[in-house]
Structure formats: C-alpha cells, structure tokens
C-alpha cells in the first residue's frame, strides 16, 4: 500500500532475478536510514574520520568482492562506473544539494585512494609491491621486468577504462 497525496494506492510487485536466471528473485529495493545529522565541530571532526575509516574499510571489501567474483567468473555484484558514470552521479548529487555533493565527492576520492593503493602494476600499490619484493629477496627486482608489469597493468586498466565507459555511454542512452 502506498500513499500519493494522501490517496491509498494498492501496488502488487514481482520479484526478478538479477542475473536471468530463476534462481534468486529480489525486488530490487532496499530500506536504508537517511537523514542529516549534526554535532559542533569538535565532534564532527572525530565523528568524520570514523565515518571515513569505516567507509575506506567497506571499499576494500568492495574491491576484494569485485575482484574475486571477476576472477571466479561470477560476474559483478554491483554496478561500476567510469568517468562518464562518475559524472552523472555528482551531477546528479549537484542537484540535490552541497551536502549529498560533498557526500559523493569524499566517496569518489576515497575509492580512488584505495584503488591506487591496490597491488596493480601501474599504480602507486604496484610500484609499493616491488618495493616489498625488493626486501624480501634483498636485491633489486631486474628493471625490465617491473617495466614490463608495469607496461602491461597501464594497458589492461586503458582497456578496461574503455569498457567501463562505453558501458557508461550506452546506459545513458
């Protein structure tokens, strides 16, 4: 039952399965708690690097369920976006104001900063993993093969920077 303008509609729903199979139907509808909450600023300060910390948390396990089903051939779980997606979302949260902007902004940079981190070649957690090899086996990693690692992890992210955004391009349409 749901109510429009204090008229009583009745709405009958049929849950569908996210992957075409039969096998596990969802409605595609989540409860969650919003709402705006405010403390003085020396709580808040506090209160945001908790709330930071937690969500740098809940990334990294994003990241290892996105890696993992994508290795195991389950698909992805939830939607990624690249950069026309991206733009879209904080456009879209432009609009529903500076607090839902700054919201999705901090989340935006803080998938970016644990993306970096990841042991990619090609990004700042590859080149700390060679650092780490380095150590362990107490001389340097020969250069052309890290310039190979290296080389090969910028073009698999190029390539799939391109499908991510070309996936991006035909949902807008």
């Known amino acids: 039952m749901v109510d429009r303008a ?31 909450v405010r403390y003085p600023w020396y709580v808040a300060i506090y209160k945001g690097f908790v709330s930071a910390t937690l969500a740098t948390m ?7 369920y996105l890696i993992k089903n994508l290795i195991i051939g389950n698909g992805l779980m939830f939607e990624v976006s690249g950069p026309v997606g991206i733009a879209k979302v904080v456009g879209d949260s432009f609009r529903m104001g500076i607090n839902y902007l700054i919201n999705v902004t901090a989340m935006i940079s803080l998938s970016l900063a644990v ?12 080149r700390i993993l060679f650092v780490l090899i380095e150590k362990i086996i107490g001389r340097p990693v020969p250069m052309k093969y890290e310039q190979m690692a290296h080389t090969i992890g910028f073009l698999l992210l190029m390539v799939l920077i391109v499908i991510v955004t070309a996936r991006d391009i035909i949902g807008l349409f």
């Open 6 to 36: 204090g008229e009583k509609i009745k709405l009958k729903i049929t849950p569908e399965s996210l992957d075409g199979s039969e096998s596990d139907p969802r409605f595609g509808v989540a409860l969650a708690e919003a709402g705006i």
């Open 58 to 64: 809940q990334i990294f396990v994003a990241f290892y």
């Open 115 to 126: 993306l970096n981190i990841l042991p990619i070649p090609a990004l700042d957690g590859g």
